[in-house]
Each structure stands twice: as structure tokens, then as C-alpha cells.
């Protein structure tokens, strides 16, 4: 990485606009900096899984205590750790199913329908993007515990109705995002060839939002699997515990390594599910692998 | 009559359906505003009291009091359900290994399911979102979980072991909270001390503190206190030379407000719930208000390499501090009732009862067979924590917790909110 | 720009006359040219706001029918909540609500310090955030994929389990203190209620949401642009100030309000990383739950919370709407 900056000024057209501050070392150390900073717990976090011992700051040795040796505390032995990751992936993957196609259709829906109503339900949904967790987790517990109670019972589907309550505006800011830079004009040529408005939506659109739409359900199904405080509000008992959960009671209570061990298998499986969404967006967007960042980084 | 809105009037049926998400969520909720007719709580004599149609007194050791028997007992024949047995607990409150082998016994699953405190628990159960088949709640609730016939009175021949291995006094005449123990059977019992670690702070000079060492700057930065109203609160009065843990009265109330504040701001003291069990021993604290049943389990999230004998554990004289107990219920809702009293019936087993104690959990049952002298002379608890071992006699002396009057309860709870938002 | 009419009065309308309208022709940017039937748009945006409404906005009229409602200690302290406004009464909200500004003020540290730690960690947050995102964006031409998979990435792996790790890093005879022995800093609690450990834990949460929107902003300016710039004799700061600065704007504000608003509601930081001399005001929330009879002064302080968090919502979905009509 340094000698790329060092060698900047060999292109003095270029490096000019590498060099606004003068001092591209100040950017770049800021950088490196930060980077260092932000991964050192994750790096911590992975490394101590195999910890030989049960204090999650000082090496004793390397072992597979944690993941699979220990006959009560390993995530493979463990029933309450393994229950709360299946938990975790349960809520994240109804999630998915469910606000995707539900933000997608409505991105679609309020970029061409432009009604009065369409602007309240649009207000709406940036409304629940940017309202803080906890008033929307807590709203939604007192909702199920009163007035919907029996109705909702607190646990997997109340976690589900809130999660998506939360993360339904993800896909309708991604794909809209998209649709703007798009325009009618595809859908418009397919219906002057003959086709339905239908037809002109599954053949000619779908396609086409389909990178961002892959790019919402890498977002919403990580953002879900780190999701605290909606899930925290609305858990019922132990089996509707998710990790975050479970990490969040270690923290007080008492740690072992085993939670390291859960949030590294999380976290494998997390990129693996990006990696995937990205493999296919790359492929959608025909090697257009700008188009694919920026999609991910329109949040 | 709650006035309906104009738009609804022009609706159709059928888009009344659409807008309600095919109905079966807007129906009933549009049933429960209009339920709301009438003020809340001031119809149908109030929404406080089940079927026991008489209200329960609080109960204290002056006054104990017998829970009403409102319901049937399961019988006596009925069959041994196939599980899972759902057991509502606190976390880490009771030994994987002794569960497992009640599973392997009666060949079902236990599943366990936690609370992070009382509150939590109670609501859970209170409204349906749990459903467990035995329940841990500590003796304060009881009086309204009977109140609200949310409990199920016990077989008791189908429980021989509390007459076989505990303590009589439990069961006759029955603690002053359910006397004939209609509803509960003890689980584990504990006092409220200091606990310390010994290799910073001698044995006599601790107990020349007393409490007062949790407020001792030297040990600035390093002192625990519980997260949890009830005990702190108690605590810090009693820090401040009252027995008074009960209190009602404004001035002392405030006074361990301040005194808590105090400890906080001046000597960093940190309200935890692991502070004891898991913090002391990792060297994290020096001083720390303790259940005894803390210190104990403490043994076992030491350091390897580091004896036993840096635990440390202080309690009053007879009758300057309190003692407790936490109980096993079944809740009237259970799915599992036999297999519930079998359970119970089994963690009250001398040798399952002491497993739980010795090997893992730390708190003690209340076994006839569980001598203090025979614990230490075995090792299973080391001497420097012979303090933290309970005697039936310490209940005459010591004092209790009872449930709090809600006027009471909300003085305490609003001096506790202070404390949290850190004034 | 003609009215278009509300979904009320739709079926009062004959379908056929409907069936072939133009639906968008008063909108220049929409769906110009082509021929859908009237309710065809309506029918993809109702499912979803159907579902905010049910559970995005009916929670919010229970939050009020609870927070101006009664609790029943009988029933362990359960909220008896007043659906109907009429009889809603306000003594529990005023309670609460004197306890920001009356005799002790309970509640005044708490808010303080959220407006101070908010503040701050969002100052640090846009600071070093657009630093990073604009070397991102600007200079790291060769590494720049792998630049941006190590952004993104602490955000694939659970946000509490790097303050749980942070948490073990910060511990009083952890490695932190290890490093900083030698400096004379080794003795340092770092848990005990120290605000810059809270704070730099919430921009360590919080600050990739910051980075993301500048970098996709910066990235999206074309070179011509500054190359422009340049032609026309500004200087490279010059040009940075008067063309980058400008265009990555809304981007900022995007990013200060994305961070800023769930910080106002964050607890479990301060539950990790802090103490009660640290509390903010997610935590006077959370620490009524675990109260009996808290559920109304719960609801109470979420409305409180709602409003204060208000403004600065209303001002980003203006902003939103503003760049909306303009691209």
C-alpha cells in the first residue's frame, strides 16, 4: 500500500489529486489508523475462540475447547449456544424473505406512483429508517403486551414483525436508488412491443434491479444477525435467544471463550452469505463492479 | 360507547380486510379499543384479584401467612408426562450436570430457560409469554402469584423429599411466607455479607470494617455492589446502623441513596451482577457485597494456579443481616405437572440437592444432612468461607426481606432510578 | 400539479374510466409514456404500508395509550394503559417529565451526557471518517477493493461482540493498559465510568455509517470536475473546499443524522463499556424495564425521546426529499 502512495508524485496529473492537504501521508496513516483500530477487537474476538483457557485477554495455549472439546461449554456440545445461533439465522432468514419483497415492491410502487398517499407512505417508511431501536423495540413491546397480547406472542414472530418493521426500508432505499438511475424508458420500449405491464415488470425490470436487490438481502441478513436491541425487547424464553443476546448476558455475567467461538462461526457464515450476494451481483451487473460497491454503500 | 371514526363508516368490507392484514390481527384489537370503553381498572372490581377472593396479607415472620388452596392438586396416580421440561430460572443458577441427569433418568429433555432478573421473570410468567413448568421466583412475589391464580398448589405426596431431607421447619409449620408450603419448596438458602479477597485484606481487618469496607476509599476503584434495588438499598442501610431493611421510611431510604452515591462517585464502587462470582476471583474487585451463594460458586471461575484460600467472606453477628431463601414453584399453567413434581422431588434428593450445591451452583439447599463442619472438614467448602455456610438457627436471628407495600416499593425504586442515571 | 385523489375515494370511481389512464402524466419524472390501469403503481406500495402502519405507527398510539395510563401493582406492576384519549391522564408523564427540570433533576445528567457524547463521538466520527472515506474514494485507486471489504467489514461481525472484545482489551490489567505502562497511563480504569471510553466506544459502533454515505458520494465526483477545478487556478485545498467539500454535503448530513440518531437511543454501549456515572438516556429506558410498575415511565420516556430525536429527523427527511427532486 505505501509504495503506491510513495510513488504518487512520479504522476504528477494524478497525484495531484491524491495530494489536496499536501501531506498524503496524513490520509493515509488516518487511514491505516483507523483500520487497525477497527479491526483489532474483531481480530481479538477470532483469535481468542481458540483460546486454551477461559479468559478472553490473556493466551493460554491453543485448543478447540471452545469449539468443539469441551463437553458442556463448546458451541458444538453446547445446546443453549447452538439454539441461539439457529435463532439468529431463523430470524434473519424470515426476515429476508419477508422485507425484501415487501421493500422491493414498494420501492417499485413509489417511484412511479406519485399520489399524495404515496408521499405519507413513503414519509413513513424513511420515518422507521431513521427512528432510534430502542423507541421502535419498545413501542412494539408494549403493542404485543397489551393490546395485540395473545394475539403476537413475544418470541420468534414478534422478533420477526420487528425486525422487519425495522429493516423494511433497506430494500426500498437500495432499489430505489437503483430505479432512479434506470428511468421508465425499458419498461416503456417492452410495452410499446406488445408487452403487459406485468411482463414488462418480471422481464425488464426484475433483471434489472436484481444487483440491488441481492445487495438488500447481504444488508438486511447481516444487519438482522447483529441486531440487538428489537431482538432483546421481544425475545420470550431461552429458545428465542439470539446470539447477540447471549453475548450481551456473557458480558455481565460470566464469559468464556465459547462466545468468541459463536461470533466467529457467525461471522464466517455472515461473509460467506456476502461473498455469495456479491459473486451474483457481479454476474448480474456484468462485471460492473462499481455499480456493485456503490450499491452497497447508497446506505 | 367509543365513537367510531367517520372514515370507517365509508368503508367497504372488503377493504376493511385489506387495510387489516386479513383481519385476524385488526379484528381483535379493534375489539380491545372498544373494550376500552369503559376507564381501565375500574370495572369489573378492578383487574387486581383472581379467584382467591380474598386478598392475600403480605406476609412477614410476625405474621406468616398460609397461601389459600384454591385449586385442585394434581392427583396423586396421574401419569409421568414425556418432556421437555421447561424450567424457568436465573442464569447459571443451577448445575448442566445434575439437569443431565435428571434428563437421562426420566428420559426427556430439560429445557432451560433464563431471566436476567426477578421483574423480567415474573412478567414473563405473569402474561402468558413463558409457560414453564417449574418456576424460581423469590419469596416476595409469591403472595400475588397466588393472588392472581397463577400458581399450582403442590401434590406434596409426590414430593417425600422434603420431609426426608429438609429441614423440618420447612414444612412444618412451613416458612412464614407459605406455611404448610402449599405452593413453594425451598431451593437454595443464603445471608448477605462482604465478600474480600484475602491475599489484599486481612480476615481482622475486614471484619473490623464490616460493610463499612465497602465504602473505604483505599479499595477505591475495586468494590462490587449488586445491581439489584432490594439488596443494595438494604445493604446501605444496614451500612448506616439500621436493621430497618424493610424500611418505609423516607429519611433512612434516603440516606442509603446517599450513601450508595457516595461509594460510587467517590470510590468507584461498580454496580454489577457477576461482581462475586466471577470478577472477585479474577482479581477485579477486592471488596463486594456478596449472597453467600456467590462466594461460594466463586471456587470455580478462579484462576488456574490460584488457591482457594484469597476468598474471603464476611458476615454480621446473629441477627445484623439478612437471610433468605429462593423457592421452586409450579406455575398453574404448566404443561408438565408431573414431571414438574418429579423434578422438584428430585433436586430436593440429598445427593442431586448436594451435587448442585458442592460442584458447581455454590448455594446451598436447606439439608439436614448438609453440616457446616462436615462441609469444611471435607474440603467441599474451604475453611476461609465457613462464614458463608447456613445453619437453620441463623434464621431466628437474622433478618428478612419481605414483599414491599407498593407505596414503599416505589419510594425504594425511585431512589434506585437516581442511582442508575448516575446523579 | 394536479391533485391526484387519496385512496379513499378510489372505488367510488368508475374502473373503466380508470383502466388506460395516464397515470403519471402530471409527474415529469415519473412513468411518463407509459399505460398502466389506475391502481396498478398503489397496489405494490400498499402492502408495505400497510405493514408500517399496523406496526410502525399503531405501536406508537399504544406508547401514548401506556405512558398516559396507570399500572396495576397487584398484577406486578403491569400497565393498565388508557386506549381511549379522553381518558388519558398525564401524572405519570408529568412525573417523569419534572424529573428533567425539577428540585434534583434526576434526569438532567443523563440527558446532558447523551447530548455531549452524541455530540462529540459525531464530531470525531465525521472527522476521521471523512479522512478515511475520502482517501477511499480519492487516492487508494490500486488498493481500493481491499480498502473497502476492510471497512465494511467489522460490520459482519456482531457490533456487542466488539465491545465485548474492546471490553476485555480495556480491562484494568488488559492489553491496553499493557501498552500504555510504559507512557505512565498503565494504571488507567478504563471501564469505570470514564466518558472518553464511552464515547469512543459509540464512534467505534457507529462510524462506519459515517464513512459509507461520504465514500459512495466522493466516489461518485467525476475527476473532470476537479481537473476543472484546477484548469480554472484554484489550488488543490482550494479546490477540495470550494468543489469536493460542496458535493459530498448531503452525504455528510446523510451520515451525521444516521449516526446520531441511534446513538440518542444506544444503552448497551454504556451496559458494556460504562458505568451508571456514564448512564445515558437509552439506559433510563432500559433500567425501567427492569422495575416493577416501570412500563408507564418507560413509555413516557420513549415519547420524551421520540420528540427530542424529532428535529433532527424531520431535517434529514427534508434533505431527502430535497435531493430526491433534484435528481
Known amino acids: ?299 | 360507547m367509543i365513537g367510531r371514526h367517520p372514515m370507517e363508516n365509508r368503508w367497504s368490507r372488503r377493504q376493511f380486510l385489506g387495510r387489516a392484514a386479513g383481519g385476524a390481527v385488526a379484528m381483535p384489537s379493534l375489539a380491545a379499543i372498544l373494550a376500552a370503553c369503559s376507564k381501565p381498572g375500574e370495572n369489573a372490581g378492578g383487574s387486581g384479584s383472581g379467584s382467591a377472593s380474598t386478598e392475600i396479607p403480605i406476609a412477614t415472620l410476625e405474621n406468616p401467612v398460609e397461601l389459600p388452596v384454591t385449586m385442585d392438586t394434581i392427583a396423586a396416580d396421574t401419569p409421568i408426562e414425556s418432556g421437555p421440561l421447561v424450567l424457568y430460572n436465573w442464569a447459571d443458577y443451577i448445575h448442566k450436570k445434575v439437569v443431565a441427569e435428571f434428563e437421562e433418568e426420566y428420559g426427556v429433555d430439560v429445557e432451560i430457560t433464563t431471566y436476567n432478573n426477578m421483574e423480567e421473570g415474573i412478567q414473563k410468567v405473569a402474561n402468558g409469554q413463558v409457560t414453564p413448568d417449574v418456576f424460581v421466583p423469590t419469596v416476595g412475589y409469591l403472595r400475588r402469584l397466588v393472588q392472581k391464580d397463577l400458581l399450582m398448589p403442590l401434590q406434596q405426596e409426590l414430593i417425600p423429599n422434603m420431609l426426608a431431607s429438609v429441614w423440618p421447619s420447612y414444612s412444618d409449620p412451613g416458612p412464614y411466607y407459605d406455611l404448610g408450603w402449599n405452593y413453594s419448596v425451598p431451593y437454595t438458602i443464603y445471608t448477605w455479607g462482604v465478600a474480600y479477597r484475602r491475599d489484599r485484606v486481612s480476615d481482622e481487618d475486614l471484619a473490623a470494617q464490616g460493610w463499612e469496607a465497602l465504602w473505604n476509599p483505599e479499595y477505591a476503584g475495586a468494590i462490587s455492589l449488586y445491581d439489584s434495588y432490594g439488596d443494595t438499598i438494604a445493604v446501605a442501610i444496614l451500612r448506616n446502623g439500621s436493621l430497618d431493611v424493610n424500611t418505609g421510611d423516607p429519611a433512612l431510604i434516603d440516606a442509603a441513596k446517599v450513601a450508595i452515591l457516595e461509594t460510587i462517585n467517590d470510590h468507584e464502587a461498580r454496580l454489577t451482577i457477576n461482581g462475586v462470582y466471577a470478577k472477585l476471583p479474577a482479581g477485579d474487585f477486592t471488596v463486594a457485597e456478596a449472597w453467600s451463594g456467590d462466594i461460594v460458586g466463586a471456587q470455580w471461575y478462579l484462576p488456574r494456579g490460584t488457591g482457594t484460600d484469597v476468598l474471603g467472606y464476611w458476615r454480621p453477628e446473629p441477627g445484623q443481616t439478612m437471610i433468605g431463601n429462593d423457592t421452586l414453584v409450579v406455575p398453574a399453567e404448566a404443561q408438565r405437572p408431573r414431571l414438574a413434581h418429579e423434578f422438584i422431588n428430585f433436586m430436593l434428593d440429598e445427593q442431586h440437592g448436594t451435587d448442585n450445591f458442592v460442584n458447581w451452583n455454590g448455594y446451598q439447599p436447606p439439608f439436614v444432612s448438609i453440616q457446616p463442619d462436615s462441609l469444611i472438614d471435607q474440603g467441599v467448602v474451604p475453611e476461609n468461607l465457613s462464614d458463608a455456610v447456613v445453619t437453620e438457627e441463623m434464621f431466628a436471628d437474622d433478618l428478612t426481606p419481605i414483599e414491599l407495600s407498593p407505596e414503599v416499593e416505589a419510594m425504594w425504586l425511585d431512589a434506585w432510578t437516581e442511582i442508575k442515571a448516575g446523579a | 400539479m394536479p391533485e391526484i385523489e387519496t385512496s379513499a375515494t378510489h372505488d367510488e370511481r368508475p374502473r373503466r374510466r380508470l383502466w388506460r389512464r395516464r397515470a403519471s402524466v402530471d409527474e415529469p419524472g415519473g412513468a411518463s409514456g407509459a399505460w398502466y390501469p389506475r391502481w396498478y403503481w398503489p397496489s405494490f406500495v400498499a402492502p408495505g404500508s400497510l405493514w408500517l402502519a399496523l406496526l410502525f405507527l399503531l405501536p406508537f398510539y399504544v406508547v401514548f395509550s401506556v405512558a398516559f395510563g396507570t399500572v396495576d401493582f397487584e398484577n406486578f406492576g403491569a400497565p393498565v394503559p388508557y386506549y381511549a384519549p379522553w381518558w388519558w391522564s398525564f401524572d405519570t408523564f408529568n412525573e417523569t417529565l419534572s424529573k428533567f427540570y425539577e428540585g434534583t433533576a434526576i434526569y438532567r445528567p443523563p440527558l446532558f451526557r447523551t447530548f455531549a457524547y452524541v455530540f462529540s463521538a459525531t464530531v470525531i466520527c465525521l472527522v476521521v471518517g471523512y479522512t478515511v472515506a475520502y482517501f477511499a474514494a480519492r487516492s487508494a485507486t490500486k488498493y481500493k477493493g481491499l480498502i473497502l471489504i476492510l471497512l465494511i467489514s467489522p460490520l459482519w461481525i456482531s457490533y456487542l461482540m466488539r465491545i465485548y472484545a474492546w471490553q476485555g482489551l480495556l480491562d484494568t490489567d488488559g492489553p491496553i493498559n499493557l501498552l500504555l505502562r510504559p507512557l505512565g497511563f498503565g494504571e488507567t480504569n478504563w471501564l469505570e465510568g470514564m466518558h472518553v471510553t464511552v464515547i469512543l466506544g459509540l464512534v467505534y459502533g457507529y462510524i462506519p455509517f459515517m464513512i459509507l454515505p461520504i465514500y459512495a458520494s466522493l466516489d461518485r465526483i467525476q475527476e473532470s470536475l476537479l481537473e476543472a477545478g484546477r484548469d480554472l487556478g484554484a489550488s488543490g485545498r482550494q479546490t477540495f473546499w470550494r468543489v469536493t467539500l460542496p458535493l459530498s454535503r448531503p452525504a455528510i448530513l446523510a451520515g451525521i443524522v444516521i449516526v446520531t440518531l441511534p446513538m440518542f437511543g444506544d444503552y448497551y454501549t454504556n451496559d458494556l463499556l460504562g458505568s451508571t456515572k456514564t448512564s445515558m438516556f437509552g439506559n433510563l429506558i432500559s433500567t425501567q424495564r427492569e422495575q416493577q410498575g416501570g412500563s408507564t415511565r418507560m413509555a413516557s420516556l420513549v415519547l420524551i425521546l421520540a420528540v427530542i430525536v424529532l428535529v433532527p429527523m424531520l431535517y434529514y427527511l427534508r434533505e431527502t426529499k430535497r435531493a430526491a427532486e433534484q435528481a
Open chain 1, 1 to 299: 500500500m505505501s509504495t503506491a502512495i510513495e510513488h504518487a508524485p512520479a504522476t504528477p496529473a494524478r497525484g495531484y489529486f491524491r495530494n489536496p492537504w499536501r501531506k498524503p501521508r496524513i490520509l493515509q496513516g488516518v487511514t491505516i489508523g483507523y483500520l487497525l483500530w477497527s479491526l483489532l477487537p474483531v481480530v481479538i474476538a477470532v483469535i481468542f475462540s481458540f483460546n486454551g483457557g477461559r479468559s478472553r485477554i490473556s493466551w493460554q495455549g491453543f485448543s478447540l475447547r471452545w469449539w468443539t472439546q469441551d463437553p458442556t461449554d463448546s458451541l458444538l456440545r453446547d445446546e443453549a449456544m447452538r439454539s441461539a445461533m439457529a435463532q439468529t439465522y431463523k430470524l434473519a432468514i424470515i426476515t429476508v424473505l419477508v422485507a425484501v419483497p415487501l421493500g422491493t415492491l414498494f420501492a417499485i410502487g413509489i417511484d412511479r406512483w406519485h399520489g399524495r398517499p404515496a408521499r405519507s407512505a413513503n414519509f413513513t417508511m424513511l420515518l422507521s429508517f431513521v427512528v432510534p431501536e430502542i423507541i421502535l423495540g419498545v413501542s412494539l413491546y408494549i403493542l404485543f403486551t397489551n393490546l395485540l397480547q395473545g394475539l403476537v406472542p413475544l418470541g420468534t414472530p414478534a422478533q420477526a414483525i420487528g425486525l422487519i418493521s425495522f429493516q423494511l426500508s433497506y430494500p426500498v432505499i437500495i432499489v430505489r436508488a437503483r430505479l432512479l438511475s434506470i428511468g421508465p424508458e425499458y419498461e416503456e420500449a417492452a410495452m410499446d412491443l406488445g408487452a403487459t405491464p406485468s411482463q414488462a415488470i418480471r422481464r425488464i425490470l426484475l433483471p434489472l434491479i436484481a444487483p440491488a436487490i441481492l445487495a438488500s438481502v447481504a444488508l438486511v441478513f447481516a444487519d438482522v444477525v447483529d441486531d440487538f436491541v428489537t431482538v432483546a425487547a421481544l425475545s420470550a424464553e431461552a429458545s428465542s435467544e439470539t446470539l447477540a443476546q447471549k453475548i450481551y448476558s456473557a458480558s455481565r455475567a460470566s464469559p468464556t471463550p465459547e462466545v468468541n467461538a459463536a461470533a466467529t462461526m457467525m461471522l464466517i457464515t455472515t461473509l460467506l452469505v456476502v461473498a455469495g450476494g456479491l459473486l451474483f451481483y457481479r454476474r448480474f451487473s456484468r462485471g460492473q463492479s462499481d455499480i456493485a460497491t456503490t450499491d452497497f454503500m447508497q446506505l
